[in-house]
């Protein structure tokens, strides 16, 4: 393939700039320091024209003789190292098998490069914003942890995937759905239903929902993964489906809709190819147990985390929208959070057969 | 060392002392015990001589032979006590060697089972004339520093007959004596012993014989003893006595045969003290009364303006005029109410200050010298007051510090360096400072918590100084505190001569000195400290730079110039960590990989240390080398160590010392666990401490 031979090189460029801001600044007695866009709140916007988060252009320095980023820096280093071997290689690899990569003891000391994956995964990061590179061009695929059903067909490494034919298991969805990895060959439905857990996933697709409503039926099993997200992405953009999301009535919930809706805080860059501005909150809604008639006690109190983090939802730009702000109030007044999988006490197929037909035929959802 | 005269002219004074006992001692007695009376007949009949052996017996804890081990450390002491009195006297270097050996009893025994043994000391002093030998030897209260006030270890005229009598006492064998006053003269050899009922020398042997020595004495006693190592042994003192003396040279052979040197670092004798007449303020009533009689002057006004310092003619005669004597009265016959008012009256007066110049202080340059010598430390400091006066008595307060471990031995701990896992830590550092007590250049090893100069160590804030210090305790960390008290009259707390008495003044001074050498070790530990955190932002930048380039070099497909690439970045790494400067203290200019040079001697001239006379210190050790013999530890003869000295002090030659294994006992021992001893001796105390007393 020329293409992906072509961007491969671009990419191995950017990483061996890397080095070369080493060489010429100790050239001219400088301190090597990269420029690491900041992920953080403080550094995004959102576009409310666009109803996407974007990256602002704040940057912070990583520099080498610095005694509070010496470490960091040298992990930077050594982590461009190993993805520029990935592109020469052309192989594609995990997290974890980067930060095993390219752990090591130090010469001469006790110390390792790395001691925990919790210490590559964020350089990993900073090196896709820094470079502005996705992460699949980086050649880093997240762990398979999402599946689909439905009526969709697709094209894996020249096998032909029908995610009808298969079960109530589904298609576990790859970590890089890009066109060149993932062709999408056909698709009938009329809609995606994105399922935030799992086991609600589970029960809709043994229902055979997708069949009755010809729709497609996704999970990421809990915060949605690239692969996931970018699918929806790809369906919702080259077949036009509507995307809705499901998800529990907490602010985890909440957060979940928007990152697949206008992207994440923490990858802001990359909401251009993944978010979903158009995605619509399906529920659980904090008026659902109202609606529905949830008994107050299959709610949970919410806790001091829950709190703070749903005050702090308030604040974002994003959910300005006056339906926002009451739809959080109102779980703020009530206390109480609900899971999906409390609509069982009324019926174990609840979900199935009456809250999202309701749903669906009310068009009972929030932007 | 109490002598017995002294007591009992103190115990009178204070019985006719207004200030000190208003109650005449004899009703006291009387009024405390009414059940038994006893007729003035019954009394007559009892009394009789008292003979010295008697005395001896009944009071050798106030003589310092309470226990057979301290018994031997006495006799050590007194007879080299006497030699550096009479070589500096001369003005001699002392040469000095201390010999024990273990005197079978049938079976040979290990030295620690042994409770027999031969002590010889042996110097280069000027030598005892012969006729003067027996009673020096063989009499107690002879001697030629008495009837004076003077700065000097022996006062008393009992130290070294009192040890022959011992030695007599506990295994029945003469004192022997060798002696000779020059190159010209023979050598006199003597065996003595004391006539008990007496207190005259019976002379068993007097021959002259052939002598090695040009000039000297030679004192061999046979005494009962214990040779124990640790605190408060004959080995410690003679280390500590090293310290305060380094320009003795002093030789020791162990019982069990070693032979340990102790260099001489200093090659100044101290300058001669000079004698003074007492000052009116630092002499009891019993002393004024002693002084009434043995006086010269025929008049009142002419003893007071003769007999004392600081006192004129015209000053004379206005305290008798204030005292309501005749200034022409004899002062014979004063006595009673009379001599109790001019006593007073001496005391109220405004005298001046006594002349001070009479002290000879051991001297800064001289303390670090033999701190440097005997201690393995980074920091050494000394700190020598002004003179100052308590009670008339003028005195000299000196302190000095040793801090912290060479470099070679901080690192020992870190050898074994395995990674730590999770909770595990660093031993915690629990080792406290030691404290190292002196008066006129004799070590106290005893009695230490009662001390003066322990008392101000324990009040001083050492946490101003960087140092860890738990309420009410020594401060914490490998250092060795060193106090010394000179002066004319050094107050004891007892006969017994182990406590420096708690005066104002005395406390006053040496709290000053401690925190001179507490704020000297302070600037010291804030800059290595400094230093440290430099060496470990360059060490972290030093373990990275090799990760970077080697990654660097792959991204670049292994095209790089790896060495350039760390060299420049090496250049960036240390310009950022303070450079040069930084190497310098980091000791990367010759020392150990912790970085700090072996040794930082401040003294108030200059921060950056005398580096000349640490040169000296290492030369002399060296030179001395050649006999060194294993130390006690049982470590492998001369393990070198290298002492590489500081470039600036001319000789940056890399010179092995293999005194650097002979310091190390003496280290460890100063560092032993503290009060142990002292804690066991306290029983045999005698009870009755409660009143600074003084040599005089
Ligand atoms: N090694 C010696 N060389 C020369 N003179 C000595 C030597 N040892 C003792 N003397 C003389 O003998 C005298 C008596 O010594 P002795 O130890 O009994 O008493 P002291 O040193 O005067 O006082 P103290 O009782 O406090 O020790 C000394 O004053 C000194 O003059
Ligand atoms: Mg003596």
Redesign the interface.
């Given at each position: 393939m020329a293409t992906k031979q072509k961007q491969a090189t671009a990419v191995e460029k950017k990483l061996i700039g890397l080095a070369d801001i080493v060489v010429q600044s100790a050239e001219r007695s400088k301190d090597p320091t990269f420029q690491i866009p900041i992920r953080a709140l403080s550094n995004v916007s959102f576009n409310e024209r666009k109803g996407l988060i974007e990256m602002g252009s704040k940057k912070q320095e990583r520099s080498f003789f610095n005694v509070g980023m010496a470490k960091k820096f040298m992990q930077t280093v050594l982590v461009a190292d190993a993805l520029s071997e990935l592109q020469r290689a052309d192989l594609t690899t995990s997290l974890r098998e980067i930060y095993y990569r390219t752990k090591h003891t130090i010469k001469d000391s006790h110390e390792n490069t790395f001691d925990t994956q919790d210490e590559s995964d964020p350089v990993i990061e900073d090196l896709e914003v820094s470079l502005a590179a996705l992460r699949e061009e980086l050649h880093v695929r997240a762990e398979n942890s999402g599946s689909i059903v439905g009526p969709v067909v697709f094209g894996d490494d020249g096998d032909r995937v029908d995610c009808s034919k298969l079960g109530k298991g589904g298609y576990s969805v790859p970590s890089i759905v890009e066109p060149e990895y993932l062709e999408i060959r056909r698709c009938t439905a009329d809609f995606v239903l994105l399922v935030e857990k799992g086991t609600q996933w589970n029960r809709l697709s043994e229902d055979k929902f997708w069949r009755r409503y010809n729709c497609i039926l996704l999970t990421g099993n809990g915060q949605p993964p690239r692969g996931v997200r970018r699918l929806a992405r790809r369906l919702h953009e080259e077949h036009r489906l509507p995307v809705y999301v499901l998800v529990d009535n907490d602010p985890w919930g909440y957060y979940i809709y928007s990152v697949i809706k206008q992207g994440s805080i923490n990858l802001a860059f990359e909401s251009q190819r993944m978010a979903i501005p158009k995605a619509k909150f399906m529920g659980l809604s904090s008026a659902d147990p109202e609606q529905y008639e949830l008994p107050r006690n299959v709610g949970i109190k919410l806790n001091e985390k829950d709190i703070a983090r749903a005050k702090e939802l308030m604040n974002y730009q994003w959910f300005q929208k006056p339906a926002w702000q009451a739809e959080i109030k109102r779980m703020l007044t009530s206390g109480l959070k609900y899971e999906l999988d409390a609509l069982a006490n009324k019926d174990f197929q609840y979900l199935t057969k009456k809250y999202l037909p309701k749903k669906l035929q009310e068009r009972d959802w929030l932007d | 060392m109490a002598k017995k005269k002294e007591s009992a002219s103190e115990t009178e004074s204070k019985s006719s002392a207004p200030r000190a006992n208003p109650e005449p001692a004899a009703t006291k007695k009387a009024a405390a015990k009414p059940a038994e009376r006893v007729t003035a007949v019954e009394m007559g009949a009892r009394q009789r001589e008292i003979s010295v052996s008697e005395f001896f017996t009944k009071n050798r804890h106030l003589l310092g032979f309470d226990n057979p081990r301290k018994a031997l450390l006495t006799c050590v002491k007194e007879a080299v006590d006497n030699a550096l009195d009479a070589c500096e006297e001369a003005g001699i270097l002392p040469d000095v060697t201390v010999r024990l050996e273990v005197v079978p009893n049938g079976e040979p025994v290990a030295p620690s089972q042994a409770t027999r043994f031969r002590v010889t000391v042996t110097d280069n002093g000027p030598g005892i004339v012969r006729q003067q030998i027996p009673r020096i030897f063989a009499k107690l209260l002879y001697g030629s520093k008495f009837h004076r006030l003077r700065m000097s270890r022996g006062q008393q005229g009992i130290g070294i007959s009192a040890a022959g009598m011992y030695g007599q006492l506990t295994t029945g064998k003469p004192v022997k004596i060798i002696s000779r006053i020059g190159p010209k003269a023979a050598a006199h050899f003597f065996e003595v012993q004391i006539d008990t009922k007496k207190n005259e020398p019976l002379v068993h042997e007097n021959k002259q014989i052939d002598w090695e020595q040009p000039r000297g004495t030679r004192v061999t006693l046979e005494v009962e003893g214990k040779y124990q190592k640790g605190r408060a042994s004959v080995d410690e003192w003679l280390e500590q006595t090293s310290i305060a003396n380094p320009h003795v040279e002093l030789i020791y052979q162990t019982p069990e045969g070693e032979t340990k040197e102790y260099p001489r670092t200093y090659h100044e004798l101290p300058p001669q003290p000079r004698e003074i007449k007492p000052h009116p303020y630092g002499i009891e009533f019993g002393m004024l009364l002693k002084m009434l009689q043995d006086t010269k002057s025929h008049q009142l006004s002419g003893f007071l303006a003769a007999d004392f310092c600081r006192v004129s003619p015209q000053m004379a005669d206005e305290i008798c005029k204030a005292a309501k004597v005749s200034p022409d009265a004899k002062p014979r016959d004063l006595k009673g109410p009379v001599a109790e008012t001019l006593y007073k009256t001496l005391q109220e007066t405004k005298i001046m200050a006594p002349p001070t110049n009479c002290i000879s202080p051991i001297g800064e340059k001289a303390i670090l010298s033999g701190l440097y010598k005997q201690i393995k430390g980074e920091f050494y400091t000394a700190v020598s007051r002004p003179p100052a006066v308590y009670r008339g008595n003028p005195f000299i307060i000196e302190a000095g510090l040793a801090y912290g471990n060479r470099p070679q031995d901080q690192n020992k701990p870190q050898q074994p360096?395995m990674?730590k896992a999770e909770g595990e830590y660093e031993e915690e550092d629990s080792e406290l400072a030691r404290v190292i007590r002196y008066a006129n250049r004799v070590p106290l090893l005893y009695q230490q918590s009662a001390c003066s100069t322990f008392k101000a160590v324990l009040s001083t804030t050492w946490k101003n100084y960087g140092l860890t210090q738990s309420r009410g305790a020594l401060p914490g960390g490998p250092m060795v505190i060193f106090v010394h008290m000179a002066s004319v009259w050094v107050p004891f707390t007892s006969e017994s001569k182990e406590a420096i008495a708690d005066y104002d003044e005395i406390q006053k001074e040496i709290t000053l000195a401690l925190r001179e050498c507490g704020r000297r070790l302070g600037l010291f530990i804030r800059r290595r400290e400094r230093a440290a955190s430099e060496y470990r932002?360059r060490n972290?930048?030093e373990?990275?730079i090799?990760?970077?380039v080697d990654?660097?070099?792959?991204?670049?497909g292994g095209k790089?110039p790896k060495e350039k690439?760390k060299e420049?970045?090496q250049?960036?790494?240390s310009?950022?960590t303070g450079g040069a400067k930084t190497d310098e203290t980091l000791g990367k200019t010759g020392a150990g990989p912790e970085g700090l040079p072996h040794s930082i001697i401040v003294t108030a001239e200059g921060v950056e240390g005398e580096t000349a006379l640490a040169t000296q210190v290492e030369a002399d050790q060296a030179t001395m080398a050649p006999t060194a013999e294993p130390d006690s530890l049982g470590d492998t003869p001369s393990v070198d160590e290298p002492v590489s000295k500081e470039k600036t002090a001319g000789e940056s030659r890399e010179k092995k010392s293999p005194k650097g294994a002979k310091a190390k006992p003496s280290q460890i021992a100063l560092f032993e666990a503290p009060d142990r001893q002292d804690r066991r001796d306290r029983p045999n105390k005698p009870t009755r401490v409660s009143k600074p007393r003084g040599k005089k």
């Amino acid at each position: 393939m020329a293409t992906k031979q072509k961007q491969a090189t671009a990419v191995e460029k950017k990483l061996i700039g890397l080095a070369d801001i080493v060489v010429q600044s100790a050239e001219r007695s400088k301190d090597p320091t990269f420029q690491i866009p900041i992920r953080a709140l403080s550094n995004v916007s959102f576009n409310e024209r666009k109803g996407l988060i974007e990256m602002g252009s704040k940057k912070q320095e990583r520099s080498f003789f610095n005694v509070g980023m010496a470490k960091k820096f040298m992990q930077t280093v050594l982590v461009a190292d190993a993805l520029s071997e990935l592109q020469r290689a052309d192989l594609t690899t995990s997290l974890r098998e980067i930060y095993y990569r390219t752990k090591h003891t130090i010469k001469d000391s006790h110390e390792n490069t790395f001691d925990t994956q919790d210490e590559s995964d964020p350089v990993i990061e900073d090196l896709e914003v820094s470079l502005a590179a996705l992460r699949e061009e980086l050649h880093v695929r997240a762990e398979n942890s999402g599946s689909i059903v439905g009526p969709v067909v697709f094209g894996d490494d020249g096998d032909r995937v029908d995610c009808s034919k298969l079960g109530k298991g589904g298609y576990s969805v790859p970590s890089i759905v890009e066109p060149e990895y993932l062709e999408i060959r056909r698709c009938t439905a009329d809609f995606v239903l994105l399922v935030e857990k799992g086991t609600q996933w589970n029960r809709l697709s043994e229902d055979k929902f997708w069949r009755r409503y010809n729709c497609i039926l996704l999970t990421g099993n809990g915060q949605p993964p690239r692969g996931v997200r970018r699918l929806a992405r790809r369906l919702h953009e080259e077949h036009r489906l509507p995307v809705y999301v499901l998800v529990d009535n907490d602010p985890w919930g909440y957060y979940i809709y928007s990152v697949i809706k206008q992207g994440s805080i923490n990858l802001a860059f990359e909401s251009q190819r993944m978010a979903i501005p158009k995605a619509k909150f399906m529920g659980l809604s904090s008026a659902d147990p109202e609606q529905y008639e949830l008994p107050r006690n299959v709610g949970i109190k919410l806790n001091e985390k829950d709190i703070a983090r749903a005050k702090e939802l308030m604040n974002y730009q994003w959910f300005q929208k006056p339906a926002w702000q009451a739809e959080i109030k109102r779980m703020l007044t009530s206390g109480l959070k609900y899971e999906l999988d409390a609509l069982a006490n009324k019926d174990f197929q609840y979900l199935t057969k009456k809250y999202l037909p309701k749903k669906l035929q009310e068009r009972d959802w929030l932007d | 060392m109490a002598k017995k005269k002294e007591s009992a002219s103190e115990t009178e004074s204070k019985s006719s002392a207004p200030r000190a006992n208003p109650e005449p001692a004899a009703t006291k007695k009387a009024a405390a015990k009414p059940a038994e009376r006893v007729t003035a007949v019954e009394m007559g009949a009892r009394q009789r001589e008292i003979s010295v052996s008697e005395f001896f017996t009944k009071n050798r804890h106030l003589l310092g032979f309470d226990n057979p081990r301290k018994a031997l450390l006495t006799c050590v002491k007194e007879a080299v006590d006497n030699a550096l009195d009479a070589c500096e006297e001369a003005g001699i270097l002392p040469d000095v060697t201390v010999r024990l050996e273990v005197v079978p009893n049938g079976e040979p025994v290990a030295p620690s089972q042994a409770t027999r043994f031969r002590v010889t000391v042996t110097d280069n002093g000027p030598g005892i004339v012969r006729q003067q030998i027996p009673r020096i030897f063989a009499k107690l209260l002879y001697g030629s520093k008495f009837h004076r006030l003077r700065m000097s270890r022996g006062q008393q005229g009992i130290g070294i007959s009192a040890a022959g009598m011992y030695g007599q006492l506990t295994t029945g064998k003469p004192v022997k004596i060798i002696s000779r006053i020059g190159p010209k003269a023979a050598a006199h050899f003597f065996e003595v012993q004391i006539d008990t009922k007496k207190n005259e020398p019976l002379v068993h042997e007097n021959k002259q014989i052939d002598w090695e020595q040009p000039r000297g004495t030679r004192v061999t006693l046979e005494v009962e003893g214990k040779y124990q190592k640790g605190r408060a042994s004959v080995d410690e003192w003679l280390e500590q006595t090293s310290i305060a003396n380094p320009h003795v040279e002093l030789i020791y052979q162990t019982p069990e045969g070693e032979t340990k040197e102790y260099p001489r670092t200093y090659h100044e004798l101290p300058p001669q003290p000079r004698e003074i007449k007492p000052h009116p303020y630092g002499i009891e009533f019993g002393m004024l009364l002693k002084m009434l009689q043995d006086t010269k002057s025929h008049q009142l006004s002419g003893f007071l303006a003769a007999d004392f310092c600081r006192v004129s003619p015209q000053m004379a005669d206005e305290i008798c005029k204030a005292a309501k004597v005749s200034p022409d009265a004899k002062p014979r016959d004063l006595k009673g109410p009379v001599a109790e008012t001019l006593y007073k009256t001496l005391q109220e007066t405004k005298i001046m200050a006594p002349p001070t110049n009479c002290i000879s202080p051991i001297g800064e340059k001289a303390i670090l010298s033999g701190l440097y010598k005997q201690i393995k430390g980074e920091f050494y400091t000394a700190v020598s007051r002004p003179p100052a006066v308590y009670r008339g008595n003028p005195f000299i307060i000196e302190a000095g510090l040793a801090y912290g471990n060479r470099p070679q031995d901080q690192n020992k701990p870190q050898q074994p360096a395995m990674p730590k896992a999770e909770g595990e830590y660093e031993e915690e550092d629990s080792e406290l400072a030691r404290v190292i007590r002196y008066a006129n250049r004799v070590p106290l090893l005893y009695q230490q918590s009662a001390c003066s100069t322990f008392k101000a160590v324990l009040s001083t804030t050492w946490k101003n100084y960087g140092l860890t210090q738990s309420r009410g305790a020594l401060p914490g960390g490998p250092m060795v505190i060193f106090v010394h008290m000179a002066s004319v009259w050094v107050p004891f707390t007892s006969e017994s001569k182990e406590a420096i008495a708690d005066y104002d003044e005395i406390q006053k001074e040496i709290t000053l000195a401690l925190r001179e050498c507490g704020r000297r070790l302070g600037l010291f530990i804030r800059r290595r400290e400094r230093a440290a955190s430099e060496y470990r932002r360059r060490n972290i930048f030093e373990l990275y730079i090799e990760e970077v380039v080697d990654a660097c070099n792959r991204l670049k497909g292994g095209k790089l110039p790896k060495e350039k690439l760390k060299e420049q970045l090496q250049k960036i790494a240390s310009s950022r960590t303070g450079g040069a400067k930084t190497d310098e203290t980091l000791g990367k200019t010759g020392a150990g990989p912790e970085g700090l040079p072996h040794s930082i001697i401040v003294t108030a001239e200059g921060v950056e240390g005398e580096t000349a006379l640490a040169t000296q210190v290492e030369a002399d050790q060296a030179t001395m080398a050649p006999t060194a013999e294993p130390d006690s530890l049982g470590d492998t003869p001369s393990v070198d160590e290298p002492v590489s000295k500081e470039k600036t002090a001319g000789e940056s030659r890399e010179k092995k010392s293999p005194k650097g294994a002979k310091a190390k006992p003496s280290q460890i021992a100063l560092f032993e666990a503290p009060d142990r001893q002292d804690r066991r001796d306290r029983p045999n105390k005698p009870t009755r401490v409660s009143k600074p007393r003084g040599k005089k």
